[in-house]
């Protein structure tokens, strides 16, 4: 298989240059600085955005850069990776008639600015003598951990992996969100008081029982787990499209890309996989998928990129074997598929026609389906919805003083950065007030 033919640096360096300070200023400056904005509504975190535009508008860049941390301790990451034609952008608006204000694109330079300058939230509350402990350092582990720091209970967050960011470090495409801005977010939540012990694996090398010992609340924000099988015979030589974009972030030396490559799925890590390998010099990308550009999982924006990089589409397509030469793949046998009524997900259901099989070529396959369920809310006996952790309003389990938050939890609806972020401080103020109230009843009786 032929390595990567292209300086993988380059070729997924961030794709949006940072603005450049005057055009900060003009596009700060188109802003109505609506009443009841109602881009702030359609930010699941519901920063003040007339506020932090109106802050650049007057250079005051520290006071933009504190309105969006009180709101988004993850705001540099957000500003990179939010959908924001689907959320704020989508709402401003000048939407209609105009452009509307590059909104992703400003808060970025506000963080930018606070990243450089060290900008930080400052911890005001006096220490409540309560410990948690955060299991996870994607998200909305690092949101939640930071803001119980800044309601002063002392905060451990346990990560399993070498680096903290979860997904931010190791699966959101390097031209989106390069893993140093995820690393330094993690570092600005340590600055805040929170301790972060990496390399250590909940249920392997601490257990619920032992952190409930020593902690008052224990946080689960442990994300979903590797791609799941297809089930189609040949799928051992498939590479695992999390394994694929990881090792794009990472620099890894082990990173091959084909000349022809299949990437099976169509949600946005299919998208990723498919840029990664467009980028990194194959010449042919198809992305396979067994309904149609109707019911595809990835944002419309997302799709249209994938077109303008010269990614083609097979849809109505459902793999059935893996053709091999060797134990190397030659192609991907399919079948036609036909749409019929719709299944659980409320789509229709894909039919494959008997005999309708056909061969794409190919000397890579990668898988991007998705991400199985978190397979601890069975090893914990915790109530589940859907496969996905059960909470209540509080984000409370089926276990008292256990919560969960973040993509394990996200039984409705597509998971994003800015939901997990929203999660940990909605979850953290939910627990703080559980403490308080616990507290008080103490001192009463
Ligand atoms: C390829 C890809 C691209 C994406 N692109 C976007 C995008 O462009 N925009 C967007 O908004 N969203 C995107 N998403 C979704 C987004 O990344 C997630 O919604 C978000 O990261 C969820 O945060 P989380 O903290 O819940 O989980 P994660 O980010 O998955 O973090 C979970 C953390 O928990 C750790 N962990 C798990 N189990 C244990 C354990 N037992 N012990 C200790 N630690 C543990 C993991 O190592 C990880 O660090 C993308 C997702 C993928 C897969
Ligand atoms: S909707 Fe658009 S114009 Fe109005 S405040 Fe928000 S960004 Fe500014």
Do not use: W
């Given at each position: 298989?032929?390595?990567?033919?292209?300086?993988?640096?380059?070729?997924?360096?961030?794709?949006?240059?940072?603005l450049s300070?005057?055009?900060?200023?003009?596009e700060?400056?188109?802003?109505?600085?609506?009443?009841?904005?109602?881009?702030t509504?359609?930010?699941?975190?519901?920063?003040?955005?007339?506020?932090f535009?109106?802050?650049i508008?007057t250079?005051?860049?520290?006071?933009?850069?504190?309105?969006?941390?009180?709101?988004?301790?993850?705001g540099?990451?957000?500003?990179?990776?939010?959908?924001v034609?689907?959320?704020?952008?989508?709402?401003?608006?000048?939407?209609?008639?105009?452009?509307?204000?590059?909104?992703?694109r400003?808060?970025?330079?506000?963080?930018?600015?606070?990243?450089?300058?060290?900008?930080?939230p400052?911890v005001?509350?006096?220490?409540?003598?309560?410990?948690?402990?955060?299991?996870?350092?994607?998200p909305?582990?690092?949101?939640?951990?930071?803001?119980?720091?800044?309601?002063?209970?002392?905060?451990t967050?346990?990560?399993?992996?070498?680096?903290?960011?979860?997904?931010s470090?190791?699966?959101i495409?390097?031209?989106?969100e390069?893993?140093?801005v995820?690393l330094?977010?993690?570092?600005?939540?340590?600055?805040?008081?929170?301790?972060?012990?990496?390399?250590?694996e909940?249920?392997?090398?601490?257990?619920?029982?032992?952190?409930?010992?020593?902690?008052?609340?224990?946080?689960?924000?442990?994300?979903?787990?590797?791609t799941?099988?297809?089930?189609i015979?040949?799928e051992d030589?498939?590479?695992?499209?999390?394994?694929?974009?990881?090792?794009?972030?990472?620099?890894s030396?082990?990173?091959h890309?084909?000349?022809?490559?299949?990437v099976?799925?169509?949600?946005?890590?299919?998208?990723?996989?498919?840029?990664?390998a467009?980028r990194?010099?194959?010449?042919?990308?198809?992305?396979?998928?067994?309904?149609?550009d109707?019911?595809?999982?990835?944002?419309?924006?997302?799709?249209?990129?994938?077109?303008?990089?010269?990614?083609?589409?097979?849809?109505?397509?459902q793999?059935a074997?893996?053709?091999?030469?060797?134990?190397?793949?030659?192609?991907?046998?399919?079948?036609?598929?036909?749409?019929?009524?719709?299944?659980?997900?409320?789509?229709p259901?894909?039919?494959?026609?008997?005999?309708s099989e056909?061969?794409?070529?190919?000397?890579?396959?990668?898988?991007a389906?998705?991400?199985?369920?978190?397979?601890?809310?069975?090893?914990?006996?915790?109530?589940?919805?859907?496969?996905?952790?059960?909470?209540?309003?509080?984000?409370?389990?089926?276990?008292?003083?256990?919560?969960a938050?973040?993509?394990?939890?996200?039984?409705?609806?597509?998971?994003?950065?800015?939901?997990?972020?929203?999660?940990g401080?909605l979850?953290?103020?939910?627990?703080?007030?559980?403490?308080?109230?616990?507290?008080?009843?103490?001192?009463?009786?």
């Open positions: 298989m032929e390595s990567a033919s292209r300086d993988i640096g380059t070729a997924l360096a961030e794709q949006l240059l940072p300070p005057n055009a900060a200023a003009v700060a400056d188109r802003c109505l600085y609506c009443y009841d904005a109602p881009c509504h359609a930010c699941p975190t519901h920063i003040d955005i007339p506020r535009i109106k802050k508008a250079r005051n860049l520290r006071g933009s850069a504190e309105t969006i941390f009180s709101a988004n301790l993850l540099a990451t957000c500003s990179r990776v939010c959908p034609q689907e959320l704020c952008e989508g709402a401003c608006v000048l939407g209609s008639d105009h452009k509307p204000i590059a909104i992703g400003l808060q970025r330079y506000a963080m930018d600015y606070a990243r450089a300058n060290r900008v930080y400052t005001k509350a006096a220490p409540t003598g309560r410990s948690i402990a955060v299991i996870g350092a994607g909305a582990g690092l949101s939640c951990a930071g803001q119980l720091a800044l309601l002063g209970h002392a905060v967050i346990f990560e399993k992996r070498e680096n903290p960011g979860g997904l470090t190791y699966g495409i390097a031209l989106r390069p893993v140093e995820a330094e977010e993690a570092r600005m939540i340590q600055s805040l008081g929170v301790a972060i012990r990496t390399g250590v909940f249920g392997r090398d601490i257990t619920l029982s032992a952190l409930q010992q020593s902690f008052d609340a224990v946080v689960l924000s442990i994300g979903l787990g590797h799941p099988a297809l089930g015979p040949g030589v498939l590479i695992d499209g999390l394994e694929f974009i990881e090792a794009s972030k990472t620099g030396t082990h990173l890309v084909g000349r022809s490559v299949l099976i799925g169509a949600g946005n890590t299919a998208v990723d996989c498919a840029t990664i467009r990194l010099g194959a010449e042919h990308v198809t992305m396979v998928y067994r309904r149609t109707r019911e595809m999982t990835c944002y419309e924006h997302e799709y249209d990129f994938a077109r303008m990089e010269g990614i083609e589409f097979r849809f109505l397509t793999p074997r893996v053709l091999l030469d060797n134990n190397a793949p030659v192609g991907l046998e399919c079948l036609r598929v036909e749409l019929g009524a719709p299944d659980a997900s409320g789509r259901a894909p039919v494959a026609v008997a005999g056909f061969v794409l070529p190919a000397d890579q396959i990668i898988k389906i998705g991400q199985e369920k978190p397979a601890l809310a069975a090893s914990l006996g915790l109530a589940t919805q859907k496969g996905f952790i059960a909470v209540d309003a509080n984000f409370q389990t089926s276990i008292a003083g256990l919560y938050i973040g993509d394990c939890i996200r039984s409705t609806g597509a998971a994003s950065t800015v939901m997990a972020v929203e999660d401080k979850a953290a103020a939910a627990i703080h007030q559980q403490l308080v109230q616990q507290t008080a009843s103490v001192q009463v009786s």
